[in-house]
């Protein structure tokens, strides 16, 4: 069983940053696809961020291109999103998400509020 463990998430102020990290008890070189997801209060869960077990050609949202980036540290089996130039609209909990052999795996979120 693959568990992953967000952290990171806090309250922030309008243009601030904030780096989210996800743990996976696993090596995450086995791990086809890492994910960040966020689900706003009263939405459905939306892809924010992805990246391949290679590195390359990370996926973005476009409401949030120029502002964050994924990356991963295989030696410490974590994957961050860092978050700059924050807007109240990318409030929500967001949540890490793996793809292995077919099947996904989620954290159990962490929380992000940015005041306006």
């Known amino acids: 069983q693959v568990q992953l463990v967000e952290s990171g998430g806090g309250l922030v102020q309008t243009g601030g940053s904030l780096r989210l990290s996800c743990t996976a008890s696993?090596?995450?070189?086995?791990?086809?696809?890492m994910s960040w997801y966020r689900q706003a209060p009263g939405e459905g869960r939306e892809l924010v961020a992805s990246?391949?077990?290679?590195?390359?050609?990370?996926f973005l949202d476009y409401s949030v291109k120029g502002r964050f980036t994924i990356s991963r540290d295989n030696a410490k089996n974590t994957v961050f999103l860092q978050m700059n130039s924050l807007k109240p609209e990318d409030t929500g909990v967001y949540y890490c998400?793996?793809?292995?052999?077919?099947?996904?795996?989620w954290g159990q979120g962490t929380q992000v509020t940015v005041s306006s």
């Open positions: 990246i391949t077990e290679g590195g390359g050609s990370p």
């Open positions: 998400n793996a793809l292995i052999n077919g099947n996904y795996y």
């Open positions: 696993v090596s995450i070189s086995r791990i086809e696809t």
